[in-house]
């Protein structure tokens, strides 16, 4: 069965190492024919901050149109996050705090979504366990059908493993396991959308 697929870097900063992965991901699906594979890169993240401002559904800057446009039409939604604190990203906090309600709610509906955190060092549990929890209580408050990839990644001192452009540079163990990453996740939407 068809479906399609996106990739969100939530990280802020240019050429960050949540790219880098977001780019291998990319690299990995299209040796599996998944060649139209957009990614969200939140280098130009302009959403307001809770508290100070909306996203206005009608009045999209590019960068939210990107971002909500991917995200729709994507069946298989990978969401990779710097740990930033033992946590995710603010930016993604926020993106869900600003996206989680019911004018966003197709987004988080027929929907199987994979998660990774990134990391320069020994860290990226944490960021997919927490967005896990998040997502999970955002497609049941919003009453979705949507799944959460139960295998997650964990990119473990990422610019040794992967270069600017997402390509392979580090170790065997490292390329296993984010090939097992992206096939586990399209073998979850094989079954959730047949």
Do not use: C
């Not at 740990?83 to 906090?93: A, D, H, R, V």
């Not at 709610?105 to 998660?115: M, S």
């Not at 990134?118 to 860290?123: A, I, M, P």
């Amino acid at each position: 069965m068809a479906f399609t697929v996106g990739i969100i870097s939530a990280s802020p900063q240019k050429n960050s190492n949540s790219l880098r992965f977001a780019k291998a991901l990319q690299h990995l699906l299209a040796e599996r024919s998944f060649t139209e594979v957009q990614i969200v890169n939140f280098e130009d993240y302009d959403i307001p901050w809770v508290g100070e401002g909306s996203i206005n559904p009608k009045q999209l800057t590019d960068f939210q149109h990107h971002l909500i446009n991917v995200w729709s039409k994507s069946d298989v939604v990978f969401i990779v996050s710097p740990e930033y604190n033992w946590s995710f990203s603010p930016q993604l906090i926020n993106t869900l705090d600003q996206l989680g309600g019911k004018a966003f709610a197709h987004l988080f509906d027929n929907k199987v979504f994979a998660l990774a955190g990134v990391s320069s060092g020994r860290g990226g549990r944490q960021p997919a366990l927490q967005l896990t929890t998040v997502l999970n209580k955002l497609i049941n408050f919003l009453d979705g059908n949507s799944v959460i990839a139960p295998r997650i990644f964990e990119s473990h001192e990422t610019d040794q493993m992967l270069d600017a452009d997402g390509n392979f540079i580090g170790s065997e163990a490292y390329i296993k396991g984010a090939t097992a990453f992206v096939e586990y996740a399209l073998r979850i939407a094989q079954r959730w959308f047949r």
